[in-house]
């Protein structure tokens, strides 16, 4: 029997127009990058921002501009650790159906735990495999050089995912320091950690042991934490609460390993995470 999880009320009154503003402003930063580099880390904000706001009004991910947002911000998020991580002057980066030229950046303010986790989100599902072992290459001295506010389970989580994805020794260790390094005991904000930061790490598991039942319960409780630390009042309209991009990210690391996807919601695009748009147009 399949779960059923709306979404938390949300309004869509100015929702074209805001849209087309985003897309305005994300296509102006994009544009420029070839001559400032360095405005990737805006570029990947308001990218990411975009593709969440298109499920506002198209929460399957059914339309083209939809799929079209969530790959330019696919492409962004993993040229700001390509720019980053080139040992040469300049790295060629597709961005929103264009091939541009870009400026070795090296570390930025940008560059950072989190910009990593989001791109490997948007890489994984986009179903971009050269990508994600890029990014699953990224070194984590890199990271740690702008690391001064993100705590020990960022790396922990990033470490377990390299090593998921490449196939790298101890990753049941690796992630069991992740899951006890959110323990509520020891975090800043145990709230945004233990309903959002958590969740994908119990995902995976559940994947790594091939735990259908466990998975389903496991990807219900996401999505419900997920609504309730968005349902807030202080962050109820805020356009990452349209799509629990983690739990999605790794529900499609479930589809492709042949785990059922039981659980339908407004926060998981059903057309993303079945792969329907990938290979419509050159990424």
Avoid at 177 to 197: N, S, Y
Avoid at 202 to 218: N, P, S, V, W, Y
Wanted: aromatic residues 8%; proline residues 6%.
């Amino acid at each position: 029997m399949v779960s059923i999880i709306p979404r938390h009320p949300f309004p869509t009154g100015n929702a074209e127009e805001g849209l087309a503003v985003l897309q305005e402003n994300a296509q102006e930063l994009i544009d420029g990058l070839e001559a400032d580099s360095t405005d990737l880390g805006d570029a990947q904000r308001i990218t990411l921002t975009l593709a969440h706001s298109r499920c506002l009004l198209d929460p399957r991910a059914a339309i083209f501009p939809t799929w079209d947002a969530w790959a330019t911000a696919m492409q962004v998020g993993s040229a700001v650790f390509a720019a980053a991580t080139t040992v040469e002057e300049q790295v060629q980066c597709r961005i929103a159906h264009k091939d541009r030229t870009l400026q070795a950046t090296g570390p930025q303010w940008y560059v950072t735990p989190g910009a990593w986790i989001n791109a490997f989100y948007l890489a994984v599902v986009c179903r971009e495999r050269d990508r994600i072992t890029a990014l699953s290459q990224v070194p984590m001295s890199l990271l740690r050089e702008n690391g001064s506010r993100f705590e020990e389970y960022h790396y922990a989580w990033i470490d377990t995912l390299q090593t998921y994805w490449l196939g790298g020794p101890d990753l049941g260790q690796k992630l069991v320091a992740a899951v006890d390094a959110t323990d509520p005991q020891v975090v800043a904000d145990p709230e945004t950690v233990g309903k959002l930061l958590y969740p994908p790490m119990e995902l995976l598991h559940r994947i790594i042991r091939k735990d259908q039942a466990g998975f389903t319960q496991a990807l219900t409780n996401a999505l419900q934490w997920h609504k309730e630390y968005w349902s807030e009042e202080s962050r109820s309209v805020q356009a990452p609460g349209l799509v629990a991009l983690a739990p999605l990210a790794i529900a499609c690391f479930a589809h492709d390993a042949g785990i059922s996807i039981e659980v339908e919601s407004e926060y998981l695009p059903a057309v993303l995470i079945k792969r329907n748009w990938c290979g419509e147009f050159p990424t």
